[in-house]
């Protein structure tokens, strides 16, 4: 389990790393970004010495969804995922989510541990 410091340090990070994408991309909901967004949160996690993976599989969506299932690529921390691109899928989940709700993720595999 993540200790409330390293989670308030890890939502900081994931937060700004967020707005980032966002400018950079010019997409609010950074659709199509999944895996890089999920890939450079990864590796800044891990260069912090947090146990972070990149995550690929299906996002599993609800009626009132933007779509239904769709492929995604998310970060799983100490098991639990943080996901700051699901709103490309769904209005109803926050901007950064974590933990995010595992019921809505279906993993496929893991992409790398770097």
Request: aromatic share 10%; glycine share 6%.
């Amino acid at each position: 389990m993540t200790r409330p410091l390293a989670y308030a340090a890890i939502f900081a990070l994931a937060t700004q790393l967020r707005a980032r994408f966002v400018r950079q991309c010019r997409d609010p909901d950074l659709g199509g970004f999944c895996d890089l967004a999920a890939d450079r949160i990864t590796r800044a996690l891990r260069r912090r010495g947090h146990n972070a993976r990149t995550v690929c599989g299906i996002f599993v969506g609800r009626r009132h969804d933007l779509f239904n299932d769709g492929w995604h690529c998310w970060t799983e921390i100490d098991g639990q995922i943080l996901d700051v691109t699901a709103t490309q899928f769904s209005r109803s989940v926050p901007a950064v989510w974590w933990p995010a709700d595992p019921k809505r993720y279906r993993a496929a595999r893991p992409v790398r541990r770097s």
